[in-house]
């Protein structure tokens, strides 16, 4: 089994940070592009960044220079810094990633079980 688990949340002021954490574990091949999504309530879930196994990064425009993902590849694990927030970043954040697992010979999405930001003063 294969699962990613997401760390980092919390409440924040406006114009505050924070870092969230996502680990991919188990019987893991390979992964590539890993990101994140979010969801605010009565809103759709949307793609806020992504980045390659290379290292290619992509991003949302309401994010861009606000906010910085990276990786780990050794780690399995996917950042996101998240800079000068705003209320409008309240959501919940969910890491996915693209893995084949050691019994498959595909990779699919994996998604971690979110975790909450909520900016507000």
């Known amino acids: 089994q294969v699962r990613l688990v997401e760390s980092g949340g919390g409440l924040v002021q406006p114009g505050g940070s924070l870092r969230l954490s996502c680990a991919a574990s188990?019987?893991?091949?390979?992964?590539?592009?890993m990101g994140w999504y979010r969801q605010a309530p009565g809103k759709e879930r949307e793609s806020v960044a992504g980045?390659?196994?290379?290292?290619?990064?992509s991003y949302t425009d309401s994010v861009k220079g606000r906010f910085t993902i990276s990786r780990d590849n050794a780690q399995n694990t996917v950042y996101l810094q998240m800079n000068s927030l705003k209320p409008e970043d309240t959501a919940v954040y969910y890491c996915?990633?693209?893995?084949?697992?050691?019994?498959?010979?595909?990779?699919?999405?994996?998604w971690g079980q979110g975790t909450q930001v909520t900016v507000s003063s």
């Open positions: 996915y990633g693209e893995i084949q697992s050691r019994t498959s010979l595909y990779r699919r999405n994996y």
């Open positions: 188990g019987s893991i091949f390979s992964i590539g592009s």
């Open positions: 980045i390659t196994s290379g290292g290619d990064t």
